[in-house]
């Protein structure tokens, strides 16, 4: 018998919540993970929005013990002529438009945020932001200050000063943009808020209004990026073009990193006055990087993957969104949100979901609604039995 960890777990690392789901992860393959007795849980929210090639891709994990066999960390980001960090951001540039060939590598999303937001103020001389109502774009303090919601934002008060926050796909709150913005912050597809796809329409206009007032458009497409919503990056099927594009969580298929991505020109602000404009010591750490190039070389040439989203997507809408308890189906690709008429009814799910053997979640911002993200390998009679499963979760909970 194997002595359980939790006790230890709670008493000395840092939580972040009073409830923690407490799972105690033996090992995870494909869609699913085992806990240390044996039961398998099917991850249906990619652990959040990472896992997008599933767990222990052999092509990451492969990519990962070469990698560390060789190196690990040498030197700060930027200095040595590292293969892995060179092939990633080569193969990256080969995927997006002439524009956006300049890769600053971090370690997380909360960082690549941070990066942009310095390299908008450095470029433009402005220190004004523009960011959406219930966005998360991090938790460090300017991703913070991007956040509207004031219960998570006020006991962390004074947060940067200037940012203001406009309703998503609101047409004249475009004109609160102005030449004192130094750049606007958005997610194509706004994740948190429960699935809320941008408008085309309004994304382009977004587009346009930056461009005459001569503000940044950054795209966070750290959730929306990596094929999640059926395309690469959502911006690709938008066919609008931000002039800084932030990634990470499925970007390392695992690992830990992520990315602002910009114009070589616009990019090299952050290299004089003052140089060394934005530094880290493990952005773009070897091993990462060597999984994030494994990831992205299965997304980009393995058509099945991104190809088969729609489809998937498509057979989950079929089997979910008529259930009596769906009041709202949204969905980006396998991006969804089923709304429930309450918090409670959830939260049931979720835990009955979770007895039978489904891992699925809320939203930071929408606690009304059920997220679903799972792995882009997850196969059709894996979604069948899944949402078989969920739909009976779903039924229990209507039983109140
Ligand atoms: N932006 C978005 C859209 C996110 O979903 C997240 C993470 N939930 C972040 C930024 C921050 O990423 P990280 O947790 O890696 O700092």
């Not at 310095?118 to 460090?140: I, P, Q, W």
């Not at 609101?170 to 750049?183: F, R, V, Y």
């Not at 085309?200 to 503000?215: D, H």
């Amino acid at each position: 018998m194997t002595v359980s960890l939790r006790p230890l777990f709670l008493r000395h690392l840092a939580q972040t919540s009073d409830m923690p789901l407490s799972l105690e992860i033996a090992r995870a393959e494909g869609i699913y993970l085992y806990d240390t007795e044996g039961r398998r849980y099917a991850d249906l929210i990619s652990g959040i929005g990472v896992s997008a090639l599933g767990h222990g891709h052999p092509a990451v994990v492969s990519a990962v013990r070469d990698q560390a066999g060789r190196y690990m960390h040498t030197m700060v980001y930027g200095e040595y002529v590292l293969a892995p960090q060179v092939r990633l951001a080569h193969l990256l540039a080969e995927q997006l438009p002439e524009s956006l060939d300049s890769v600053y590598l971090v370690n997380s999303g909360a960082e690549a945020t941070e990066g942009a937001m310095k390299l908008a103020k450095r470029t433009t001389g402005r220190s004004e932001f523009v960011s959406m109502y219930d966005a998360y774009h991090g938790s460090t303090q300017g991703a913070l200050s991007l956040m509207s919601d004031e219960y998570f934002t006020a006991p962390f008060r004074p947060l940067l000063p200037g940012v203001r926050h406009i309703r998503f796909n609101c047409d004249w709150c475009l004109n609160e943009i102005s030449e004192q913005t130094a750049a606007v912050i958005v997610e194509p597809v706004q994740a948190e808020a429960g699935v809320v796809p941008g408008r085309t329409a309004w994304l382009a206009a977004l587009r346009k209004r930056c461009t005459e007032v001569g503000a940044l458009l950054v795209f966070d497409e750290i959730q929306t990026g990596c094929g999640r919503t059926g395309s690469l990056f959502a911006f690709q099927s938008y066919g609008v073009v931000p002039d800084i594009l932030l990634l990470a969580k499925g970007f390392g298929g695992g690992m830990p990193i992520g990315a602002f991505v910009a114009g070589r020109e616009l990019m090299s602000g952050l290299s004089h006055d003052p140089v060394l404009g934005h530094i880290t010591t493990f952005g773009g750490h070897p091993v990462s990087a060597a999984a994030a190039w494994a990831t992205l070389n299965e997304l980009v040439s393995d058509p099945a993957l991104i190809g088969g989203v729609a489809a998937k997507a498509a057979l989950f809408k079929t089997l979910l969104a008529q259930h009596p308890a769906v009041l709202d189906f949204r969905q980006a690709g396998l991006m969804m949100a089923l709304e429930l008429d309450s918090f409670d009814r959830c939260l049931k799910t979720i835990r009955v979901a979770l007895e039978r053997g489904l891992i699925v979640d809320w939203f930071l911002f929408n606690n009304r609604s059920l997220r679903l993200a799972p792995p882009l390998v997850i196969s059709e009679p894996e979604i069948r039995d899944c949402c078989r499963l969920l739909r009976i979760a779903l039924d229990q909970a209507l039983l109140d």
